[in-house]
């Protein structure tokens, strides 16, 4: 099941950036440039977390705050330049859920989004995948074969989950890493080549993930 994530910010250039990455990953992102629209979009309901600028002219975040805890105890994490700490303290007390100081990664954001949600709703964004013999649950990071829990590094499981999540339609080499979310590695394609080759032997079959030659990798769907 999909998060549904609300970003109020006025700067547009971070919606782009964060819809991308948080798409691939399980998180439906919608945006609202300003506080009045950001209140009368979250009225409509379907929201599981708001991302919410500290920083917007008018109505600022600490305002905007306030009025959603007078209506609502949906998450809430305050996105802010402010490196001040009683401006911290402030939304914190005003009922903010965890803030994230710009500028930040996209994969810390999803990593503080999904604490909280686990924290204050254990049953949202639970996500669970399977093919193939192999369980995965995106939440606690765990991968089970045939059963059996097995021990994944965090590049591991990345590519795992977005190869599984494609299971019988072909990722080309050239994009896995982006669509594991791991933009952050620099990396040549015969490095993703060494990592996916010691995931398959963590999985215990070759036949697992197989290698489409010339393009990518493919993970059956033990259909076939």
């Known amino acids: 099941m999909a998060i549904r994530a609300l970003l109020i910010d ?32 979250l009225a409509e309901g379907g929201f599981d977390v708001v991302l919410l600028d500290g920083m917007m002219p008018g109505m600022d975040g600490l305002e905007v705050l306030r009025r959603i805890r007078e209506r609502s105890a949906i998450p809430v994490l305050m996105l802010t330049a402010r490196g001040d700490e009683a401006d911290r303290v402030v939304g ?81 080499r050239s994009a896995l890493l982006h669509e594991a979310g791991r933009d952050d590695v620099v990396v040549g394609e015969r490095t993703v080549d060494v990592h996916v080759s010691r995931l398959r032997k963590k999985l215990g079959d070759a036949d697992k993930i197989k290698t489409v030659r010339g393009v990518g990798y493919v993970f059956g769907r033990g259909d076939e």
């Open 10 to 41: 006025d700067d547009p250039r971070l919606f782009e950036l964060l819809s991308g990455y948080l798409g691939k990953n399980g998180v439906e992102l919608q945006h609202a440039l300003d506080g009045g629209i950001g209140l009368r979009t």
């Open 92 to 172: 914190l007390e005003l009922g903010a859920d965890d803030y994230v100081a710009k500028p930040f990664s996209s994969r810390e954001l999803l990593a503080r989004m999904r604490a909280v949600l686990r924290r204050l709703h254990p049953e949202i964004g639970r996500e669970r995948l399977s093919a193939n013999g192999v369980e995965v649950d995106v939440g606690t990071r765990e991968v089970r074969v045939e059963g059996e829990a097995i021990t994944l590094t965090g590049l591991e499981f990345d590519l795992l989950v977005a190869l599984i999540r494609r299971a019988g339609r072909v990722v080309p």
